[in-house]
């Protein structure tokens, strides 16, 4: 089993839809939270940061944790086409900052 | 967020020939960088650790002699590349941080090996 566990998708919602991404995890030693948005050929572009159970919210986007379920979610209000993208989540420990990655969610958004 | 500037964004090679990967980190010392391959439709894979001024730590499987890895400063990272051939097409990616600071990641470098 793999320490993190994304749906790779693809998912297709229409312009305006709530989208919600998803991950778990089996590893109770990761406290840090990571959702990271890639266009195709590029770099991961860091969207949220977390490190607590709760939500937190910048913009369009909430990250969400639940630590005893071990689980975590993404959700992007109003998206749009400029939304399609795959969504990676990631994860670490508290010693050093190698990074954990889910095989990141394919996003279509459709006008 | 932190700015990690990786050149080139895509580079076309003969097979045999060696290929250089730079990772800058431009307004942050990175005591750390990590070196990643993507392959289409997959996740990130962890290559390497690089540490300032040590030798690189590799994942399991990837061998040391092929894909060199320096660090010279806190600065700059680079990938070589070595001997490369079809296989090693990939799309390569760095990354850099400090602490328990997220990670910021360079724009990737596509390689075609010909």
């Known amino acids: 089993q793999k320490e993190v566990e994304q749906d790779p998708g693809p998912l297709s919602v229409p312009e305006g839809a709530i989208v919600s991404l998803n991950c778990t995890y089996s590893?109770?030693?990761?406290?840090?939270f990571m959702w990271y948005r890639q266009y195709s050929r590029k770099g991961p572009e860091l969207l949220m940061y977390?490190?607590?159970?709760g939500n937190k919210e910048d913009g369009r986007f909430t990250a969400q944790v639940d630590k005893s379920s071990k689980y975590i979610s993404l959700f992007i209000r109003d998206s749009q086409p400029s939304d399609s993208a795959t969504y990676l989540c990631?994860?670490?420990?508290?010693?050093?900052?190698?990074?954990?990655f889910g095989k990141g969610t394919s996003l279509l958004v459709t006008p | 967020g932190a700015v990690v500037s990786q050149h080139p964004s895509r580079v076309i090679c003969k097979s045999g020939t060696s290929v250089k990967i730079e990772c800058r980190s431009l307004?942050?010392?990175?005591?750390?960088m990590f070196w990643y391959r993507q392959f289409p439709k997959q996740s990130l894979m962890l290559m390497a650790t690089?540490?300032?001024?040590?030798?690189?730590?590799?994942e399991q499987g990837v061998e040391k002699d092929k894909f060199l890895i320096n660090h010279a400063s806190l600065t700059l990272s680079t990938l070589t590349v070595t001997s490369a051939h079809p296989e090693d097409s990939s799309f390569y990616i760095c990354?850099?941080?400090?602490?328990?600071?997220?990670?910021?990641f360079g724009q990737g470098t596509r390689l075609t090996v010909v």
């Open positions: 690089s540490n300032e001024g040590s030798k690189a730590t590799y």
């Open positions: 590893n109770s030693a990761f406290q840090y």
């Open positions: 990354s850099g941080g400090w602490g328990n600071t997220e990670a910021f």
């Open positions: 990631a994860m670490k420990g508290n010693s050093g900052y190698a990074l954990n």
């Open positions: 977390t490190y607590s159970s």
């Open positions: 307004d942050f010392q990175a005591t750390t």
